[in-house]
């Protein structure tokens, strides 16, 4: 089956052409980063108008890419939340557009559940039940994956998002947007020993993540610093900051396993592109004879390939919209 999927629902116009979720026959990501970085972060209206400018052309080239027409499609899938609201209602809208002139079913996917699917195609071999780390721009959560359309949360952030503290981190530090990847370059040539910083703990949830406090302590250490004149090394801040981050997903990830009983361990969302937590996390896994599967970096950020290979699961457990479907800016992986 093959599936035409669009994804709209941040700063990334991408659309892929997707067989049996697993067989990627073409996957196209214009990104605008390089439009927000002017503003220090994604301007929402932006976002939304470079979507309405980008996408027939970009569907046009995955069709290309592919070597096919809309006709060798046989069903439409779009990112219908969480996201952006005015950004996710253009790929909704399109995608309704495209279905109902082709006369294709058409399939609305979660993003964060695409992000972990990212996996299968990357890996395979790889089906559930696992247990996934994922840490994103906006998410950072701890999942059992019971089966392809079947998620347990059992753990979330209280707070920022893992991507939000690293882009939040960076800015603070004069990075441009977005700062994740800024800092991982930086903190390889730093010492992650240089500067003491929380790894906060939340009362109780022993699964739940707290990355705010973190991103304050490198606030005020900044502040402190130029208040009292004091040089901060950026590049050692960057270690130690990106240290810290690695020791809380890591220490929870690695508990979260050993009571769950899951030996098949999956990371998924932006934040899985960063070098520190694909090494710690390797580490760790391989000390206790777990196994680790990571998207290879371009499935890391937003792209449409994953949302194809999540579409599939989801057509297969007979999700499919009408043409009411609506975007929605929020909504748990687990409520669909
Ligand atoms: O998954 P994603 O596209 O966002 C959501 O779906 O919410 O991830 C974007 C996030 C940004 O915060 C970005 O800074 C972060 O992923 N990111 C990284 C790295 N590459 C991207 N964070 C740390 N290290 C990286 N190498
Ligand atoms: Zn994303």
């Known amino acids: 089956m093959k599936i035409l999927a669009i ?144 998620f347990h949360v059992i753990g979330r952030t209280r707070d920022d998002a893992a991507g939000e503290a690293f882009d939040k981190a960076a800015r603070a530090m004069g990075y441009p947007y977005p700062g994740g990847i800024e800092i991982d370059k930086a903190a390889q040539q730093g010492n992650k020993d240089a500067y003491k910083l929380p790894r906060p703990k939340v009362d109780g949830c022993e699964y739940d993540f707290s990355f705010s406090g973190l991103k304050t302590a490198v606030l005020n250490l900044l502040h402190n610093s130029e208040q009292k004149g004091i040089e901060v090394n950026k590049v050692d801040l960057c270690a130690s900051f990106q240290h810290a981050v690695c020791d809380i997903v890591a220490e929870k990830t690695m508990h979260a396993a050993e009571t769950t009983g899951y030996k098949n361990i999956v990371v998924a969302g932006g934040v899985s592109a960063n070098s520190g937590i694909r090494a710690r996390l390797t580490e760790e896994c391989k000390k206790r004879g777990y196994q680790l599967f990571i998207p290879p970096l371009k499935y890391c950020g937003d792209n449409a390939a994953m949302v194809g290979s999540q579409a599939y699961y989801e057509f297969l457990k007979g999700n499919v919209a009408g043409l009411d479907l609506n975007a929605v800016a929020s909504l748990p992986i687990d409520e669909v």
């Open 7 to 150: 994804e709209t629902s941040c700063d990334e116009t991408a659309v892929a052409i997707v067989e049996d979720g697993v067989n990627v026959l073409s996957s196209v990501v214009a990104t605008q980063i390089a439009e927000h970085r002017l503003y220090g972060g994604v301007v929402p209206e932006i976002a939304s108008r470079r979507h309405c400018e980008s996408i027939v052309g970009v569907t046009d080239e995955a069709l290309l890419q592919a070597n096919m027409t809309l006709d060798d499609v046989d069903a439409i899938a779009v990112t219908y939340a969480p996201g952006l609201i005015g950004a996710l209602l253009v790929g909704v809208n399109f995608a309704k557009g495209l279905s109902l002139a082709a006369n294709k079913p058409l399939i609305p996917v979660h993003h964060i559940r695409s992000h972990i699917a990212a996996n299968y195609i990357a890996h395979p071999q790889l089906k559930p039940p696992f247990l996934c780390l994922v840490v994103s721009g906006g998410h950072s959560h701890i999942i059992e994956v019971k089966d392809y359309t079947d």
